[in-house]
């Protein structure tokens, strides 16, 4: 008689919060559980018992089986943040009609309409950096991001320097900390503050909705949308479906630019060769996707630096019927945590997996093994902005190349914060200067 399969190896931690302050603060927590239980171990974080899975064979297996064994979800602090009607914390059909809905705004036609918009914004702020010289620039391009988001997403000039970004700031802190709602916890004064954006974010709809035309952007695409019925989409959903929009098209992609701003400044023959491309370019302004396209070198060191420090450590799934995998069970009602992190790092699938190299995504040497490189997740939970996204980082990086240069300042910690997503500890200090 075989034997049923036991639960994967592993620690849940202290009764209540389980490892939850070892995951928000060790940046090794995955890797130093990974060397000691293997690819599949327990864990309880973030008020649920969890099990992480790593490997191209895990991602595979979950994102093929969605709504089969699991279905994707958010820890309680962040679906409760995100609010009841984020395209993020839906499933089934109602997440599919809205995915579509929101899926036009950065659909190609779409993300060609936004580029001459992106390239100013970008140009305004690499000149206010020459101005500057000196200057801490994880913090810099936190506004950067959020200009760019609350301008082509919800039509909103200037974004960075309104009452909305500092809220803004205040709430993500508590997207994943410990559901506590109290007032001098994480959580609690996130909760506050995103009570506070939902009132800003309902005088900017409100505004566009009086308008006679409500624009091609997401937050128009939202207004003029109908459900299935045939009626507008309620205030409170385009109140959350705003608030997301923010969220994803800022946070996440504040981390790759400054990442890929610390690993190009830390490998100076890097930026020698993406230099180089451009010279031989030689590309005018302003930019198009044709041009954007011919930057075959770029396009490898933006590959290797969302790789190497994915701006999303790995994604959660609830499980919704008990299955097994690897010789574990994995119970119904736990958590399934994907690892990005860790499965970008599988030296089996990238040799010298901890070196930053290029190279490995030049053409011909690309890994083919499925689901071993998911920097925005995968299946049909796959993030919807990735285009925005990867178009964002490459119009950045180039207008970048082309004319400037930037030194790291000495004496500062380059070690890296894990939350809300990766970052320098002490915010990427640094000389800027025209070339």
Known sequence: MSKSPSLPPGNLGLPVIGETLSFLRDSNFSSRRLEKYGKVFKTSILGKKTVIMTGAKANQFLFKHENKYVQATWPK?????????SLSVQSGEFHTSRRKLLYQAFQPRALESYLPKMEEITRQYFQKWTDLGEFTWYREIRDYTFDIASSLLVGTEGGS????ADLYT????????LPIPLPWTTFGKSLACRQKLLIYIEEIVKKRASQPNTGNDALGLLLAAKDEEGNNLSLAELKDQVLLLLFAGHETLTSALVSFCLLVAQHPEVWTRLRQEQRD?????????????AMTYLEQVLKEVLRLIP?????????????EFDGYLIPKNWLVQYQIRQTQRDPEIYPESEVFNPDRFAPGQEKQESCSYVPFGGGLRECLGKEFARLEMRVFAALLIQKYQWELLPNQDLSMGIVPTPHPKDGLKVRFSLL
């Open 77 to 85: 602090s962040t679906k409760i943040l995100l609010g009841p009607s």
């Open 170 to 177: 205040e709430w993500v802190k508590g997207l994943f900390s």
């Open 161 to 164: 320097q309104t009452p909305l």
């Open 311 to 323: 701006p999303v450590g790995g994604g959660f799934r609830k499980v919704i019927e008990s299955f």
């Open 281 to 293: 370019l030689n590309l005018t302004s302003p930019l198009s996707p044709e041009k954007l396209k």
